[in-house]
């Protein structure tokens, strides 16, 4: 296992050699060859490799916007390795032209509620557990092996990423964000934010500010 780690910028993953398993902020999945993640910007994630160990993978820096999915393919993987030595930027241009979304293969409880943590971070986890007639304690350690982190932890991570995308991304006030992802106050936000990115929330939006006022190419 590569325990669960953070990346400050947003890249793309092909996969050339191997299998593993990622389970991070967004969502878990089994790739093998020819199969494409997409990491957000201060996502983070952990990555189960087979006893073989034998991974090989293609990273690719991302700065414009991302796919709206997180896991796909690409049929053009022989060429786009063989281009990375010798025009990366081509390479990444030939990805992401090839890229295709594939369905998600996981559908055990672990997923379905890191998914639901996903679309509604502000509630609470307790009603798991009690409509799967589970000890809290029980699902804390199957979610923990499944994702490398608590249920919990995992939630404050997924608040955190929501609020720093609308700082990024939207006009909403700082306050606004605050309590519509029911942070307790402003500090709680304010230290979040911090903790997550290494600076507080208004920098992030003095940073979209400044990109916001910058000439857009034709």
């Keep these: ?62 700065q414009d916007s991302l796919p709206n999915t997180h896991v796909g393919f690409t049929h053009d993987l022989d060429q786009i390795a ?31 509620l890191a998914q639901y943590i996903r679309e509604h971070p502000e509630k609470a986890i307790g009603y798991w557990a009690r409509s799967l007639g589970l000890a809290a304690s029980t699902i804390s350690r199957a979610f923990r092996q499944a994702f490398g982190v608590s249920p919990a932890e995992y939630r404050a991570t997924a608040r955190t990423l929501q609020a720093y995308q609308r700082l990024v991304e939207t006009e909403t006030t700082l306050s606004d964000i605050a309590t519509q992802l029911h942070f307790s106050d402003q500090a709680h936000f304010t230290r979040a934010i911090r903790a997550l990115t290494g600076a507080p929330p208004n920098y992030w939006r003095k940073v979209k500010n400044l990109q916001d006022t910058k000439p857009r190419r034709a």
Excluded at 13 to 35: I, M, N, Q, S
Excluded at 88 to 98: I, M, N, Q, T
């Design 82 to 112: 063989k281009l990375s030595s010798e025009d990366p930027a081509a390479a990444k241009a030939a990805l992401l032209d090839s890229f295709k979304p594939r369905p998600l293969e996981f559908s055990d409880w672990p997923e379905m």
């Design 1 to 62: 296992m590569l325990p669960r780690h953070q990346h400050a910028n947003a890249y793309i993953t092909l996969v050339l050699r191997g299998e593993y398993t990622e389970a991070g902020d967004h969502g878990r999945f089994k790739v093998r060859p020819g199969d494409v993640l997409v990491h957000g910007a201060y996502a983070s994630h952990a990555d189960w490799i087979g006893r073989r160990g034998d991974v090989k993978t293609l990273n690719f820096e991302l």
